[in-house]
């Protein structure tokens, strides 16, 4: 019982060693967390630090941790699995990443702060398991994705890409709606991905999902169904 003692005061890695691998974490992942913050996104600075604390942890625990129950197999019966605390913070990291995940009418925000999110986890893992330097070449390879990518995806948003846009009319009271729904069907370079019509107390309300390509001047042709004589309001959620 004395020498299960002294294992447990007396970790097979240095202290030096442990702080070390901290905070290359924190570094590592608080470069993260800063383009995150300067971009405006929710999960920041602290997030990513914490959670690159986090796992680094969990990374030195997983593996130094129990050496107190290191032994040959013939002598105890302990089973040591050093990957088993690693895969779970690979799984509970999706958890806090689906929370930085937000859909605002037909778009989605925050995917790639939670993608930052799973890989700062594993940056954090990868430094508290000693990989320094593949840690330390992800988070230059993810920051320089995440700041240099930024032009070229708003060009291939604005000249390539398809829009989503969700589109909601306001129709009077006792009209058509399916005039205004023909109308949307007809805008060309336009695609009704989705629609719905509920009727309300004074008037009928169409919620269309609509996906345009470059070519289509979406907002003419929305401004040309705003001006119909049934339509009371339009709105682009």
């Known amino acids: 019982m004395h020498l299960f003692a002294v294992n447990l005061a007396k970790p097979a890695l240095g202290w030096g060693d442990i702080v070390l691998r ?18 405006g996104q929710p999960a ?11 796992a680094a942890l969990f990374g030195i625990l997983s593996v130094h941790g129990f050496d107190a129950y290191v032994a040959g197999r ?17 799984v509970g ?7 930085a995940i937000l859909k605002e009418g037909a778009s989605i925000r925050g995917l790639t702060t939670a993608a930052s999110l799973w890989a700062t986890a594993a ?28 032009s070229p995806r708003r060009w291939v948003r604005r000249r390539l890409a398809r829009s989503l846009e969700t589109v909601i009319i ?12 023909s109308a949307l069907h007809e805008i060309e370079g336009c695609d009704v991905r989705a629609l719905s019509i509920r009727r309300e107390e004074d008037a009928l309300t169409i919620e269309a999902d609509l996906k345009s390509s470059p070519e289509c001047d979406l ?19």
Request: charge should be neutral.
């Open 22 to 39: 901290l905070v290359a974490a924190a570094a590592l992942s608080g470069a993260v967390g800063l383009e995150r913050e300067i971009a």
């Open 44 to 54: 920041g600075l602290r997030t990513h630090i914490t959670l690159g604390l986090g």
């Open 74 to 90: 013939n002598t105890n019966n302990y089973q040591i699995d050093v990957s088993r605390v690693a895969s779970q913070v690979v």
């Open 93 to 99: 990291v999706g958890f806090l990443g689906a929370g």
């Open 123 to 150: 940056i954090g893992l990868a430094c508290g398991l000693g990989s320094f330097f593949a840690a330390t070449a992800a988070a230059v390879a993810l920051v320089l994705s995440l700041i240099l990518l930024r």
């Open 170 to 181: 306001h129709v009077k009271h006792g009209a058509n709606p399916s005039e205004v729904v």
């Open 219 to 237: 907002e003419a042709a929305l401004g040309a169904i705003a001006g119909r004589h049934d339509v009371t309001g339009l709105d682009l959620a």
